[in-house]
């Protein structure tokens, strides 16, 4: 399957990426090869086969959270440049 010199146009306005008369026909067969590849997948035979997300079985390791020592409020923010309370001020960052 060839991609035409239209689609690979479109492909690169999509990327932002300035191609060449040359460059597109170029990528137009390696394209085309790449595509031809992903359709000879078709052929195999994958009866009973399981579909997996990962090949390596693993699980998230989590921990329970555990109640720690806390730092005083004053001890936070007795370095804090700016101050609101007891918080830290900042500039905003999303303007109405």
Not at 74 to 94: W, Y
Request: proline content about 3%; hydrophobic content about 40%.
């Amino acid at each position: 399957m060839e991609l035409d010199i239209e689609q690979v146009k479109h492909l690169a306005s999509l990327a932002r990426i300035d191609l060449s008369l040359e460059d597109c026909q170029e990528l137009s067969q390696q394209l085309g090869d790449i595509f031809d590849q992903f359709e000879s997948l078709r052929d195999l035979n994958l009866e009973g086969v399981t579909p997996t997300a990962h090949i390596a079985d693993s699980t998230n390791v989590t921990r329970e959270d555990q109640v720690g020592h806390c730092l005083a409020t004053e001890d936070v923010l007795i370095n804090a440049p700016v101050r609101n309370g007891d918080f830290f001020q900042v500039n905003p960052v999303l303007e109405e």
